[in-house]
């Protein structure tokens, strides 16, 4: 019976000892709430006297309404009844409703940082509208991301990475649509126009344009001077008729020239690689193999450039140096007209990073090129070319024939002893200034034939 009460007094003991635990507790979790919202008040406070100023140092937590905002966004471009006009967005955006509707859907597609989404708290975020209006003012206008901030209720840091996320989206969308060699198509097409001009065999024009760097780092200021002391960086373009760019060859460090970075740059390799098209026009009853582009005085005499007389003296090279100074403004109106597109590469870059401006300057690009192919039309009949597939004087083949009548096989281009003597070859015969040279005089004679008489 004693051992009964033991065990009785015993339990009742540790009944007491874990009610007292349990109270203790309770105390202890009921002192901690207590001081979990003690701290959420002072944090509260602490914030609202923040969003006053009232703490040196701290910048303000601004309520940029940037819904209101996107609303009158919408209401001014991107609805039926908008308050502004199909040729207002042209002239803001640069590019026609349809075509950034479809820049939109497919950057949205691509990226879901453009889609408009809800926080942890649920608030909306931003419009892709907004984001990309952002993107696209700041290239159109060369706007700062604190101009930014009026238009797209937008911060500084926001409105920075929205840019880099767009130009990003672009170049990796797009880049092989709308920046890419000419097809067999387009080429007999710019062969075509090139012989209605008088220059057969001529394929486009080439040029290089600077684009000052102020914000270059201090680490690369050696690396980016030109002659003059600048810091810049050197875009190599080819343009077509239509002023559009196939080739756009950029970032290339050190005081450079048009000449060398030419040698840098990737538009002959197809050349020395032996997969360009076998092109063959007659100039001056002498037939050629090997097309052209259209160069200024810098570039030296290679088979394919064709540089201007520097100091014509006869009517011939006269007649010869106006032609070839015209239709080389082909790359020259295309620099101009990207600079007055987007004013951003026309001003001084104010990035810090050469990739973020490598990716601008291929956007811009391709921008450009979707708006050319969207706006130019190609239909309209030229009057000097009434028969386009006249065969007279060009022609194209888009793969050589080797004697059984079969295409010919292009050997792969790489480093042992028979395969680099023939890309030797091939660069030797490129650099040949007598065809250069007999090319010249022949166009002369062909051009004071063709177009001789019409001044008279």
């Not at 419009?127 to 101009?147: C, F, H, N, V, W």
């Not at 880049?175 to 008088?198: E, F, N, V, W």
């Not at 201090?218 to 343009?239: C, F």
């Not at 101009?336 to 987007?342: E, V, Y």
Request: aromatic share 10%.
């Amino acid at each position: 019976m004693s051992d009964m009460n033991e065990v009785l007094e015993r339990q009742e003991r540790e009944t007491r000892e874990r009610r007292r635990r349990r109270a203790e507790g309770k105390m202890v979790q009921r002192e901690l709430d207590q001081q979990i919202v003690i701290a959420m008040a002072l944090l509260d406070e602490e914030n609202q006297g923040r969003r006053c100023g009232s703490q040196v140092g701290s910048g303000p937590n601004m309520d940029r309404h940037r819904h209101s905002r996107g609303k009158n966004l919408l209401e001014d471009y991107f609805i039926l009844t908008s308050l502004y006009s199909d040729v207002d967005f042209r002239r803001r955006y640069r590019m026609q409703p349809h075509l950034f509707n479809k820049v939109m859907h497919d950057i949205c597609n691509y990226d879901e940082y453009f889609v408009q989404k809800c926080d942890v708290a649920g608030v909306l975020g931003l419009l892709p509208e907004q984001k990309l209006t952002a993107g696209i003012r700041m290239l159109a206008y060369g706007s700062s991301a604190d101009q930014m901030d009026e238009i797209v209720r937008m911060g500084k840091s926001t409105t920075l990475e929205s840019l880099v996320r767009f130009c990003d989206a672009v170049e990796t969308l797009y880049i092989r649509d709308y920046l890419h060699r000419s097809t067999p198509m387009d080429l007999q097409r710019l062969l075509q126009k090139a012989k209605a001009r008088g220059f057969p065999g001529m394929i486009d024009s080439i040029d290089c344009m600077y684009w000052q760097w102020k914000n270059c780092s201090t680490t690369w200021q050696g690396d980016y001077g030109n002659r003059k002391g600048q810091k810049s960086i050197i875009l190599e373009a080819v343009a077509r008729f239509d002023t559009c760019v196939w080739h756009a060859f950029f970032g290339v460090t050190r005081s450079q020239n048009d000449l060398n970075v030419l040698g840098q740059s990737l538009v002959f390799n197809d050349i020395l690689r032996g997969e360009v098209p076998n092109i063959t026009y007659e100039i001056n009853n002498i037939v050629y193999q090997n097309g052209y582009y259209l160069v200024d005085d810098i570039y030296s005499r290679w088979t394919t450039c064709m540089k201007s007389i520097l100091h014509p003296r006869s009517e011939k090279q006269k007649l010869f140096a106006a032609y070839q100074e015209g239709y080389r403004k082909d790359v020259e109106r295309c620099f101009g007209i990207l600079q007055a597109q987007w004013l951003i590469i026309r001003g001084a870059a104010l990035m810090f990073d050469e990739e973020v401006l490598m990716s601008i300057m291929m956007t811009c690009i391709i921008l450009y090129n979707m708006i050319v192919e969207d706006e130019y039309d190609y239909d309209v009949a030229e009057v000097y070319e009434q028969d386009p597939m006249n065969m007279t004087l060009t022609r194209i083949y888009e793969r050589l024939m080797g004697p059984s009548g079969e295409p010919l096989e292009h050997e792969p281009l790489v480093r042992d002893g028979r395969f680099k003597t023939r890309m030797i070859d091939r660069f030797t015969k490129m650099q040949s200034s007598y065809i250069h040279e007999r090319r010249q005089v022949d166009l002369m004679e062909h051009l004071w034939t063709v177009k001789g008489n019409d001044g008279e």
